[in-house]
């Protein structure tokens, strides 16, 4: 079975400063999806970017990148020029991309409280 | 708005009571994922259903059971409840499929109480 792990449980950071959120997995497929969802306080989960494992581009939305090192099955998620709206819950999740059993379930790491300082 | 929505928003009940969690995917997906996040437990897959036919379970308690119905919406029954059950439980639906990359896209979630 596949598990995430998110080793910080909270992170904090200065408005307009760099903050970068570790995430690790194991799994022993080759191919799979990576995710990190912000959860705010309204509590919605929303996806802020992903990540297919066969390709080797670190993926990138706006200010959020990732650095994702297959070998070494870490993928952590950088925030570049942090606002206050970034404040969140922030999950690593994975999915596999082989829908064993037909399943597309993402499973989650315990996730990482983000507070951002003014 | 993800277009995914969930009713009730909260539920406040007693232990050993029965209470129905509903949800309606976004228009087209035919995949409906029943997820529990709670304080101890995290965020952890329950069950999946695709197009009326269940497809996956997760660490679902036999207390618990779930159907999608002819219009796709779903339903998460949970009974004999435990204070333990007291989580936000969320649904999330995608277009679903066996292979590719699609987005599940959440609800808002139910937040459910046992006191």
């Known amino acids: 079975a596949q598990t995430v792990t998110q080793s910080q449980p909270e992170m904090s950071v200065q408005e307009a400063e760099t903050v970068t959120l570790s995430c690790t997995y194991d799994t022993s497929e080759s191919d799979y999806y990576l995710f990190w969802y912000k959860q705010p306080p309204s509590r919605q989960m929303i996806l802020v970017i992903r990540q297919e494992a066969y390709k080797q581009q670190n993926a990138t939305e706006n200010r959020f990148s990732v650095n994702f090192q297959k070998a070494a099955k870490s993928f952590s998620l950088k925030i570049s020029d942090s606002q206050l709206g970034d404040a969140a819950m922030y999950f690593c999740?994975?999915?596999?991309?082989?829908?064993?059993?037909?399943?597309?379930?993402?499973?989650f790491g315990k996730g990482t409280k983000l507070t951002v300082n003014p | 708005d993800s277009g995914v929505t969930q009713t009730p928003k909260h539920l406040i009940t007693a232990t050993g009571q029965r209470v129905t969690l509903r949800c309606s995917p976004r228009?087209?997906?035919?995949?409906v994922y029943w997820y529990q996040q709670s304080l101890d437990q995290g965020l952890q897959f329950l069950i999946q259903y695709y197009n009326g036919e269940e497809r996956a379970k997760g660490n679902i308690l036999e207390r618990f059971s779930a159907q999608q119905f002819p219009d796709l919406h779903s339903e998460l029954n949970l009974s004999s409840l435990e204070l333990g059950d007291s989580a936000l439980y969320f649904c999330?639906?995608?277009?679903?499929?066996?292979?590719?990359?699609?987005?599940?896209?959440f609800g808002p979630g139910t937040r459910l109480t046992v006191t």
């Open positions: 228009s087209g997906d035919l995949s």
């Open positions: 999330a639906s995608s277009v679903g499929g066996t292979s590719g990359y699609y987005e599940q896209y």
């Open positions: 999740a994975y999915r596999s991309a082989i829908t064993q059993g037909g399943s597309e379930k993402l499973v």
